[in-house]
């Protein structure tokens, strides 16, 4: 009964290659974020979609990109992959729509991606 | 460029006393600060906030206080528990603002 899960848990993959980190939520929430926490154990936010509409997209390079075929679901795939994209990756959902600051978030567990 | 600072990287606190975890912020326009708890290999999860019409807010063992003139924070948590022993987040948002995040504090309450 996971309210947000996301696979893989681990993630270890050479430069260049492309991956996909896969995250749902069962909360019924019509808000789902990306947040990367980097070896400065910073949690910054990437992306948050509402309905599977794209509502904030901070700097991040195109090589990042989130798909929600649904609005209990929202993947994030990454290309060519660089040294500097190692970090925990979190996807959380929030109830209310638009993403507010107020809502409270739900993380899932993380996905320890490791760029060798 | 650090909007939320959470300046003490680590605290180790005896069972049974209380626990104050600090927060700074540098921008005026946040009006709602949240504290997220974090065990290891979980993600946060949420535990109090505090809208800025307020200077305190209390559910159970835990109190967080706001300074705004001083733009302060701090989570106190009474009495603290072996169980309290995990990683402390501070954020905060201006309206509709993402989240932005601190740190982090390692609390260890020692038995």
């Known amino acids: 009964d996971t309210a947000v899960s996301q696979t893989p848990k681990y993630l270890v993959t050479q430069m260049g290659n492309d991956k996909s980190i896969k995250c749902e939520q069962n909360?019924?929430?019509?808000?789902m974020y990306w947040y990367k926490q980097d070896s400065k154990k910073f949690l910054k936010i990437m992306f948050s979609?509402?309905?599977?509409?794209?509502?904030i997209n901070e700097t991040v390079p195109n090589r990042f990109s989130p798909k929600s075929p649904d609005k209990a679901h929202l993947n994030l795939h990454i290309n060519s992959l660089e040294l500097g994209d190692s970090a925990v990756y979190f996807c959380?959902?929030?109830?209310?729509?638009?993403?507010?600051?107020?809502?409270?978030?739900?993380f899932g567990p993380g996905t320890r991606l490791t760029v060798l | 460029d650090q909007q939320v600072k959470q300046n003490s990287p680590s605290l180790s606190v005896q069972e049974g006393r209380i626990s104050i975890l600090n927060c700074d912020y540098t921008?005026?326009?946040?009006?709602?600060f949240l504290w997220y708890k974090k065990y290891p290999a979980e993600g946060p999860t949420f535990l109090i906030s505090?809208?800025?019409?307020?200077d305190k807010n209390e559910d159970g063992r835990f109190t967080v206080f706001l300074n705004k003139s001083a733009k302060h924070l701090s989570l106190h948590i009474v009495p603290s528990q072996p169980g309290d022993s995990a990683v402390y987040f501070c954020?905060?948002?201006?309206?509709?603002?993402?989240?932005?995040f601190g740190k982090g504090t390692r609390l260890s309450v020692i038995a």
């Open positions: 959380a959902s929030s109830l209310r729509s638009k993403g507010q600051g107020r809502d409270t978030q739900y």
């Open positions: 909360l019924g929430h019509d808000t």
């Open positions: 979609y509402n309905n599977k509409e794209l509502i």
């Open positions: 921008n005026s326009m946040f009006d709602y």
């Open positions: 505090i809208s800025s019409i307020k």
């Open positions: 954020a905060a948002s201006a309206g509709n603002t993402p989240l932005v």
